[in-house]
Nanobody, 119 residues
């Protein structure tokens, strides 16, 4: 099984930066795709960025050029560098990962970390 623990959220002014981290731990063989989602009050959870194990990335249009997703496979950790933050980026950010374990390939979620951007 895989446990995901996020860190790095907080309060920042518009135009500022934050870096989120998510470390995977537990009993597993490998982690495949890792991603960040976010959910603002009253909205559905949406994909922000995804990174494959080999490093291929994908971003939602609204964050392209501002956010960068990266990972350290040796540490089973994914990062989200968020620059030029806007008020509309305010949300709870969730880490997501696909992990191989004795029970096969499963999808896992972190507990979420709040990002608040003041305008």
């Amino acid at each position: 099984q895989v446990q995901l623990v996020e860190s790095g959220g907080g309060l920042v002014q518009a135009g500022g930066s934050l870096r989120l981290s998510c470390a995977a731990s537990g009993s597993f063989f490998s982690i495949n795709n890792m991603a960040w989602y976010r959910q603002a009050p009253g909205n559905e959870r949406e994909l922000v960025a995804l990174i494959q194990r080999g490093g291929t990335t994908n971003y939602r249009d609204s964050v392209k050029g501002r956010f960068t997703i990266s990972r350290d496979n040796a540490k089973n950790t994914v990062y989200l560098q968020m620059n030029s933050l806007k008020a509309e980026d305010t949300a709870v950010y969730y880490c997501n990962a696909d992990g191989w374990s004795d029970s096969g390939l499963n999808n896992y979620w972190g507990q979420g970390t709040q990002v608040t951007v003041s305008s």
